[in-house]
């Protein structure tokens, strides 16, 4: 039902380099992996003056038509940067439709499944994956359908519901809640608008690095993040991959992912605790899809892994609220690991990505 060519070729592994068409149907490889998107990018513009805000205002940046991207459109983007301190920036990522910078990625899916003509999307999410989800779904005029691992937190459920999802609870560990949002999304005219293995939620998250580089002008020397399965991370990567590309920034910046010592897959310490009910739970997985791929961006962008306790998260969390920024402690996590950065030198941004009501 599309109406427009989208930018967006196909899809391959990064696991065994199989290629797929891309169809409302293919979620994963058969090898289990994730895949990635096969696109054509073509260089940004200089200046993105004189267009309106949203994902559509990085149509060069983001394999997926501007017709869909405006129609997902509800106000995800251009989130305020605030200057904290000499060379330290807060990225608002809360300040959004619905409150994380999930956001950015749901706009994204939900345009991709309107492209290919899906009539509803489902995802399995604990939290805020499952809102913007919601949201951007209600605004496009899908159906959306969440299915939630045991012990999600009510609140964050209740958001989804109220924007007119369905929740379907699945008993066992929280890989039962994937498999069945994966066989769910098998129904004719449905979409797996997974944050994690949707490689459209990316394109999504890119509109970070792009927003920045408006910000400040150039590639800020550091991004600090929390990473759980690495949907901010991965976007913003490629995201400043293009704009070196296009010649609009002078360097990557290093980018440094924040994990709590409860669950730091990405740092090789064994996961003591894992899943929600944990203080910082948005970032609690203990085995992300795209782990590989995470690891390969930190490294090639010159970043670390900085591992935290939740002690100094909440410590972090009044700061920032005394500061006036209230996030959850998810976000928090980012403004904890700033102390620990190995290389302060030059700009540094703070991804502040979820907003304290979610966990008051
Ligand atoms: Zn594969």
């Known amino acids: 039902m599309s109406t427009a060519p989208s930018p967006a070729r196909g899809l391959r592994c990064p696991a065994c380099a199989t290629e797929y068409e891309i169809s409302l149907s293919r979620s994963a490889c058969e090898c289990g992996s994730p895949l990635d998107l096969v696109a054509e990018r073509r260089p940004l513009p200089s200046t993105f003056e004189g267009r309106t805000p949203g994902l559509a205002r990085y149509r060069e940046g983001i394999a997926l038509s501007a017709w869909s991207l405006e129609r997902t459109y509800l106000g995800a983007g251009m989130t305020p940067l605030v200057e904290m301190g000499e060379g330290v920036y807060a990225k608002c990522d809360f300040i959004t439709p619905t409150g994380s910078f999930k956001d950015r990625g749901a706009a994204a899916v939900t345009a991709a499944a309107l492209e ?118 991965l976007g913003v990567y490629a995201g400043f991959v293009h704009l070196l590309a296009s010649g609009l920034v002078r360097s990557m910046p290093r980018l440094v992912a924040v994990q709590s010592e409860n669950c730091a897959p990405l740092a090789g310490r064994p996961v003591q605790l894992a899943g929600h009910g944990l203080y ?41 609220a005394s500061s006036g920024l209230w996030v959850e402690p998810t976000a928090a996590a980012a403004w904890a690991a700033l102390s620990r950065v190995g290389d302060r030198d030059g700009r540094i941004v703070v991804s502040l990505g979820g907003a304290g009501f979610k966990r008051p």
């Not at 609870?169 to 039962?176: D, I, K, Q, S, V």
């Not at 394109?203 to 690095?209: D, L, P």
Request: with cysteine; proline share 5%; glycine share 10%.
């Open 116 to 233: 290919f003509g899906a009539a509803e999307v489902v995802v399995d999410s604990s939290g805020n994956a499952a809102a913007a989800l919601a949201a951007h779904a209600a605004r496009a005029g899908l159906r959306a359908t969440v299915v939630v691992p045991e012990g999600a937190p009510e609140g964050k459920l209740a958001q989804a519901r109220a924007y007119g999802a369905t929740i379907i609870p699945a008993r066992g560990p929280r890989e039962r809640s994937t498999e069945v949002a994966m066989a769910l999304s098998r129904r004719e005219g449905c979409y797996y608008a997974s944050h994690i293995y949707s490689p459209f939620f990316l394109e999504g998250t890119r509109s970070w690095a792009f927003e920045i580089f408006e910000q400040l002008g150039d590639a800020p020397d550091a991004a600090v993040m929390p990473v759980g399965n690495g949907s901010l991370l």
């Open 280 to 320: 910082t739970d948005g970032i609690a997985i203990s085995k992300p899809a795209r782990a590989r791929a995470i690891r390969d961006a930190i490294s090639a962008s010159g970043g670390e892994v900085v591992v935290v306790s939740d002690t100094e998260v909440r410590d972090a969390r009044n700061f920032l």
